[in-house]
Each structure stands twice: as C-alpha cells, then as structure tokens.
C-alpha cells in the first residue's frame, strides 16, 4: 500500500500569528475528523517553521519548502536540510516550479539536494511538471521523464522508495484551470512506469501526488485514480477549512 499524502504549501504568504493560527486549526481539526492512513504535511515559510513544529501532532508533520545542497558554510541566506532537521522538520518539497523559473534552479542541483535531504532522515516532495508550451508541442512526457531521470535516477532502490514525487503541471498552478483527471492520471501512469522501468517493483511503492489548482471540488476525482497518491496544495492550503476539506477527499 503506498503512503496516501496532502501537503499544503504555503509559498510566501501569512504572517507569523496568521501562520500559527492557521496551523493550529488544522491539527485541530485533522484531529477530530480525518480517519484512515493519510498523512498531512505543513509546508510553511522557512522563517515559521521552528514554531510551527511545536504545534503539529498526530497526522500532521512539518515540510520545509526548499533547501540548500551544502550541509553548511558561506552560503548567506540559504538554509540546509541539517538546519531543518533540528526544528523538526519531516518533509522537504524540492524543485518546485516556482523555485526553478525564479531562482534558476537546475536538475543536477536538485539531484544534490534530493541526497542531502535522504541524509537527514527527512522525505523529499520531489516536484516536477510541465510549461502549457511543452504541452502543446507534445513534449511533456519526455520533459517530465527527464527532470525525474536527471535529479533522482542516481538514487539506490532502497534511496528511492523513500522519495514522494508530486506532479505539478505549471498551467495548472495558482491558474484555477486544474488538470482533467485523465490528464493527471496519465501523467501519474506514466511516471510510474518511468520509475518501474529503472526500479521493477519498488515503483509499485512511490507516492505520486498531484498539485496544480487542487480544492475541495476536484480534489475527490483526482484522488480517485489509481496513481494518484494525494496532493500537494497552494492555495487551498491557506484556508483550514478548504484544506481539511482536501484531505477528507480520500
Ligand atoms: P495551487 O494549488 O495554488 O494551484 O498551487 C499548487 C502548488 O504549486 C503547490 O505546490
């Protein structure tokens, strides 16, 4: 059975007080009406992440929205995975788009980070995902295929069932134009397969999620399919309500 995960990310939004306030309710109400296996992740701004780690509990665990590829040094402004792990930090998303479009971030870079982050014990949300442009020119698959093959296929069997991939095609991002549940799972197939035809069976076992545009009315279709595995959400992770909402969805 693979690990069934929503993740909220919040990208650069709330204040501290916002934040922790947010973050409360949710374990709250996590608490009180998730039953089942799955598991919730806060990815919060780096800066709130030592006090939110104090109040999440239960089913939900603290996610870091990106990390350096050094363990320390002179690297100003930049935070490490050794850094995230000592405020309990569980989860880390890497590669985001945003993160690659803004801040030039490259496959080979991420490949480095993917291992530091497995070398703190913590699980990568390894993001990927295509421009609407790749998509209409029929690259996507193949674009897709390399940002896994360049950053992750270095990684040991053992290395790579501990990796959570999330599938965020770039149109569908903050857009309110979700992908169909067609689109989604044949992208999710596809990476599976990918995965299989370098890992065998250990592919079987690799969480897929999806993000892009992912809220309370779609959210339950998308989860339906069969290599769809949970979500990574933007902005319906802003509200507790809407988020909960997601995460009731399996
Ligand atoms: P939205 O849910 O706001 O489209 O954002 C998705 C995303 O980028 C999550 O990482």
Not at 118 to 123: A, E, R, V
Not at 160 to 188: C, D, F, L, N, R
Request: aromatic share 6%.
């Amino acid at each position: 059975m693979r690990a069934k995960i929503v993740a909220g990310n919040w990208k650069m939004n709330k204040t501290l007080e916002e934040g922790l306030s947010l973050a409360s309710e949710v374990v709250n109400m996590v608490a009180d009406e998730v039953s089942g296996d799955v598991k919730v992740v806060l990815c919060t701004p780096s800066i709130y992440l030592h006090a939110v780690g104090k109040l999440v509990s239960g089913k939900v665990s603290l996610g870091a929205q990106n990390a350096y590829e050094k363990e320390s040094g002179a690297y100003t402004g930049e935070v490490s995975p050794a850094m995230l792990a000592t405020v309990g930090v569980k989860y880390v998303i890497l590669g985001h788009s945003e993160r690659r479009e803004y801040f030039g971030e490259t496959n080979a870079q991420l490949a480095e980070r993917v291992n530091l982050v497995l070398k703190q014990g913590q699980t990568p949300l390894f993001c990927c995902g295509e421009t609407l442009q790749q998509r209409e020119k029929g690259i996507h698959l193949d674009f897709v295929k390399q940002q896994l093959t360049e950053s992750l296929f270095h990684l040991s069997a053992e290395q790579i069932a501990k990796v959570v991939i999330a599938y965020e095609p770039i149109w569908a991002i903050g857009t309110g134009v979700t992908a169909s549940k067609e689109q989604a799972q044949e992208m999710h197939a596809l990476l599976r397969a990918h995965l299989a035809s370098k890992y065998g069976q250990v592919a079987e076992s690799i969480s897929i999620l999806y993000g892009g545009s992912c809220k309370p009315d779609n959210a339950q279709e998308l989860f339906a399919c069969k290599d769809i595995d949970g979500g990574l959400i933007g902005g319906a992770s802003l509200k507790a309500r809407d988020f909960v909402d997601v995460i009731k969805s399996f």
